[in-house]
């Protein structure tokens, strides 16, 4: 069946460095990939989202890149700071379908 | 966010018990879903529900559920048959295509 591979599934940075997602999407009819973060104890929320007629989309510290070609999209995370410590999930979704990633877990370090 | 509502946030089911988490959405969302989260893990798709009066199976639709008499309500049973319910318990809606919204959650614990 269709699917989303996602990695790393936890991922330790030093505060102040980048941090990179990156989830790989089998559905050729998946057309938007949005992000997710989870706090601990608290429901999903989007940070960030793409279509697939987009390469590229930054919102401050945050960016998504698609390669439709290869079917990739990466979340990436620049200056990264302690709030950013949560789980993030990727998504594909076409007209008939949503499927998340497995999730990533971010730790920050002091 | 803020126009799903899910109730109760705390739930506690004895052995043989069925209980009903409630999922409300005032955003005119056709597509309404519920997922499964044990701890430290990823989102498993338990019903989903693209139009009223209609709903699918997800991947551990096994011992739980749904109706969908309303576009607004997506109600989700545990029944007895489901041996290990506790769990974190999500819903959530979405346009057909577009972003999925989720709902604060219900903790469900069996005593």
């Known amino acids: 069946g269709e699917n989303v591979e996602q990695h790393p599934s936890t991922l330790s940075v030093q505060e102040g460095d980048s941090a990179v997602i990156k989830c790989t999407y089998s559905d050729s009819a998946s057309n938007y990939f949005p992000w997710y973060k989870q706090e601990l104890g608290k429901r999903p929320q989007l940070i960030i989202d793409?279509?697939?007629?987009?390469g590229e989309k930054k919102d401050q510290r945050i960016a998504v890149t698609l390669n439709k070609t290869a079917k990739h999209f990466s979340l990436h995370i620049t200056e990264t700071q302690p709030e950013d410590s949560a789980v993030y999930f990727c998504?594909?979704?076409?007209?008939?379908?949503?499927?998340f990633g497995k999730g990533t877990r971010l730790h920050i370090l002091p | 966010d803020g126009g799903i509502t899910q109730s109760p946030k705390y739930l506690f089911r004895k052995e043989g018990q069925n209980v009903t988490l409630s999922c409300e959405q005032n955003?005119?969302?056709?597509?309404m879903y519920w997922y499964r989260q044990d701890p430290g893990q990823g989102l498993r798709l338990i019903y989903y529900?693209?139009?009223?009066?209609?709903?699918q199976k997800g991947d551990i639709a096994e011992g739980y559920s749904v109706s969908r008499e309303k576009k607004e309500s997506f109600p989700l049973t545990v029944t007895s048959a489901q041996k290990n319910p506790t769990a974190f318990y999500l819903c959530?809606?979405?346009?057909?295509?577009?972003?999925?919204?989720f709902g604060e959650g219900s903790w469900l614990t069996v005593v």
């Open positions: 955003l005119n969302h056709d597509a």
């Open positions: 998504a594909a979704i076409s007209d008939d379908k949503i499927i």
């Open positions: 959530a809606s979405s346009l057909r295509g577009n972003t999925i919204y």
């Open positions: 793409i279509r697939s007629n987009v």
């Open positions: 529900s693209q139009i009223v009066n209609d709903f």
